[in-house]
Nanobody
Framework: QVQLVESGGGLVQPGGSLRLSCAAS????????MGWYRQAPGKERELVAT???????NYADSVKGRFTISRDNAKNTVYLQMNSLNPEDTAVYYC???????????????WGQGTQVTVSS
């Protein structure tokens, strides 16, 4: 069984920073891409940032230059450093990992339970 556990969300004032973490645990053979998505009230879930196992990154235009995604492959952990936060960044942030649990099982996505980020004065 695989679990993705996020941490680091909370309430922050506009212009502030937060760092999200997501640790994958369980029966994991290999992790491919990892990433962060978010869903604001009344909106669809959207991509925030992704990172390959080799460290190549991809960002949504709305967060480029403000957010930085990174990962520690030895710890099966992905991070999201969020700077210059604004109220439009308020959402539930979900961790995502594409991984395999054994050689007979195809690569598939797993999701964390989500962590709330609220940007408000």
């Amino acid at each position: 069984q695989v679990q993705l556990v996020e941490s680091g969300g909370g309430l922050v004032q506009p212009g502030g920073s937060l760092r999200l973490s997501c640790a994958a645990s369980g029966s994991i053979l290999s992790i491919n891409d990892m990433g962060w998505y978010r869903q604001a009230p009344g909106k669809e879930r959207e991509l925030v940032a992704t990172i390959t196992s080799g460290g190549r990154t991809n960002y949504a235009d709305s967060v480029k230059g403000r957010f930085t995604i990174s990962r520690d492959n030895a710890k099966n952990t992905v991070y999201l450093q969020m700077n210059s936060l604004n109220p439009e960044d308020t959402a539930v942030y979900y961790c995502n990992a594409h991984l395999i649990t054994d050689w007979r099982t195809p690569l598939r996505p797993y999701w964390g339970q989500g962590t709330q980020v609220t940007v408000s004065s």
